[in-house]
């Protein structure tokens, strides 16, 4: 079965301090894996997309690697900020078993930067 | 452009009645999915359109569920006797691109609470 996990789900940090989430999947044949921000009662934001052939993008204060032979993808946040506070999401899409056009979602890490 | 757009943003209603939403996505976005997300999971993929032709509907959704997207344009999802299962956020996102680059641009959803 395809699934994508995160750890950890909950997360609480002090502003500047660096940090990482993780994400993990079941099955090395994607095509891409995309991270998201998500903030209370709201839709998604796309944050940063990585391609199958591709080891990492980033974003001004964000980047995001992958891993694929290993199954992990971690998102790292430099210098966190109270605006950081979100839930983040990690989203596979796969070329096999299924739907070529459909996301698999982890539960999210909640991500909370205290002042 | 001013984002994909969903209405309503809320909805609560009593079990057994009929519901639909509309999702109004990005002009030019040729491709238009539905998700269903429950407090403290990630989006669950229920189907999604290629213009106006619907190429995939997951299992989870039921019989009483219905999407249409008539001229490829705005996407209306109807539930018709609803249970208090059903009570879940439905977001829908569209997106313009191929598999590899693919990014989708969400709504901020309706929120539907069935009594």
């Known amino acids: 079965k395809q699934e994508v996990t995160q750890i950890p789900a909950a997360l609480s940090v002090p502003e500047g301090e660096n940090l990482v989430l993780n994400c993990s999947f079941t099955d090395s044949a994607i095509y891409n894996l995309q991270w998201f921000r998500q903030d209370p009662g709201k839709g998604l934001t796309s944050l940063l997309l990585i391609q199958s052939s591709q080891r990492e993008q980033t974003s001004g204060r964000l980047n995001a690697s992958l891993d694929k032979s290993s199954g992990r993808s971690t998102l790292y946040i430099a210098a966190s900020q109270p605006g950081d506070s979100a839930t983040y999401l990690c989203a596979v899409r796969w070329y096999s078993g299924g739907s070529n056009y459909k996301l698999t979602f982890g539960k999210g890490t909640l991500l909370t930067v205290n002042p | 452009d001013t984002g994909v757009s969903q209405d309503p943003r809320h909805k609560i209603t009593k079990r057994g009645q009929n519901v639909t939403f509309r999702c109004d996505p990005i002009s030019e976005h040729n491709r238009l999915y539905w998700y269903r997300q429950t407090l403290g999971q990630g989006p669950e993929f229920l189907t999604y359109?290629?213009?106006?032709?619907?190429?995939?509907k997951s299992r989870l959704l039921s019989d009483r569920f219905s999407a249409e997207r008539p001229k490829g344009s705005f996407s209306t999802l109807e539930i018709q006797r609803t249970e208090q299962g059903d009570s879940a956020m439905y977001l829908c996102a569209s997106s313009l691109g191929g598999l590899l680059n693919e990014k989708l641009f969400f709504g901020s959803g309706t929120q539907l609470s069935v009594l």
């Open positions: 359109f290629q213009n106006e032709a619907q190429l995939e």
